[in-house]
């Protein structure tokens, strides 16, 4: 995915503790969500789990205090002269999931509201999933399947919902940074392909050197430093367009990059650490418009299942990634994915090596997937294991038309591999989809993982 836009956070303080230490003005209660472990043979098991937003979004003050060390999209100078001590005066705070961000769960659903309007404004939110109160869940999916229900109805154009696997530690660095003091219990630790610098503590320092406020987004900004890691995007998707999109990377682990190669940025997005472009799957863009849409096969009017295999080169746990496939079930009914309908180009219907390379040759793309391990890659990310995360999202960067509309604009939409969605070009706009849908929402639900065919239709 491009990189989340942040919102935060100038809560009216109300009492304390403790860089990234822990604060303790609002109790940190995480909202409890219950997922499913299924096999072929005993069925499905419930585990109640719960979620963590992330620590980007949270209140930052000074330690004890009720000072903000970050304020709108600046760092406040005297807490946070250096990357070290701000981390050692800073405390992030507990949330309030649902008056401050719009996060809310119940039973097996989690709903992500867009724009909250409490004291302050919040646009969107990311949460991942916990296995216990200070440790993220590690998914190990080779040889295995994840299926959820997706509601994209309240999704409009330049909205993202995505549900994906990032290569974040499990414990959100608490253990190997020792200014980390708040962990996965407060969402630190996050990572992506995108290496963003828009984070404001990666590895248990501030990103505070040549920190650059956003011109067009009040509450972000980017530092220096970027957090780099596999990711592989199991949905990003609105109510016009879906795609699937591994992004495997040259680091083994999350790593902090420093400069502009490392980080991908620019002109260096194709050699960076990570794979930014990935090797997506979205049904519209490889040539199937009827597929995924209002009142299409796949109705994102009503709600439906998305169902993916992580299929090995042996059938087993240990072998090699070889092939990611996507079904969906709507109604009652399975549904094949969409086969690729591209002049000059073999047809597929799910992501394999070879299905990259023959999308980046027909639609002239550098194949940055193959350079970056391509599938063994991201098998070697899947054996390490991988943390599941759900946001919601608009795109200051590039207005999300690189999902659902025509991108890049400079081409013109019938050059191949440009039309991505129905959306117009000038859609997706943040200033526009703020005021204009604010109530957009996203609702995940229904999270099943296990054996492949043990998640649906049972
Ligand atoms: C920055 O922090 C210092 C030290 O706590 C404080 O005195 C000052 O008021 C803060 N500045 C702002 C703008 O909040
Ligand atoms: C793995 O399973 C698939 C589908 O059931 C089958 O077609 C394939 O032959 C199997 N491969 C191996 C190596 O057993
Ligand atoms: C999502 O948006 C719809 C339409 O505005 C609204 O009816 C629904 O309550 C919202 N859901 C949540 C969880 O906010």
Redesign the pocket.
Known sequence: MLTAAVALLTLVPMVCVQSQQIGTNVPETHPPLTVQSCTNTGGCQSQQQSIVLDANWRWLHNNGGFTNCYTGNTWNTTLCPNPTACAQNCALDGADYAGTYGITTSGDTLSLNFVTQSAQKNVGSRVSLLADESHYQVFKLKNKELAFDVDVSQLPCGVNGALYFSQMPADGGLSQFPNNKAGAKFGTGYCDAQCPHDLKFINGQANVIGWTPSTSDPNSGAGQAGSCCAEMDIWEANSNAAAFTPHPCLASTQTRCTSPLQCGDGDNRGNGLCDKDGCDFNSFRMGDQSFLGPGKIVDTKQKFTVVTQF?T???TTTGKLKEIRRLYVQDGKVIQNSKTNIPGMATFDSVTDDFCSAQKTAFGDTNSFATHGGLSAMSSSFDKGMVLVMSIWDDHEANMLWLDSAFPTSEPASAPGVARGACATDSGVPANVESQSPGANVTFSNIKFGDIGSTFMR
């Open positions: 299929l080169s042996d059938n």
